[in-house]
């Protein structure tokens, strides 16, 4: 039951930091997007991320 506990931790952890990392990364694109507009367009990812911050907010 320990080793249950423990690999539910574990996955609990990762979930954390995914969202953790999925948070900065997507300001840190946006901040990004903000300071170079020659950017946008180059990437349709980037560009959808972007937007998709901007419009949640």
């Not at 506990?5 to 969202?19: H, M, P, W, Y």
Request: hydrophobic letters at 40%.
């Amino acid at each position: 039951m320990e080793s249950t506990n423990l690999i539910e931790g574990s996955f609990d952890k990762v979930a954390e930091q995914r969202t953790a990392l999925r948070t900065r990364h997507s300001a840190a694109l946006t901040s990004l997007m903000e300071a170079r507009e020659d950017l946008r367009g180059v990437h349709a990812l980037a560009d959808f991320v972007d937007d998709s911050v901007r419009w949640s907010a």
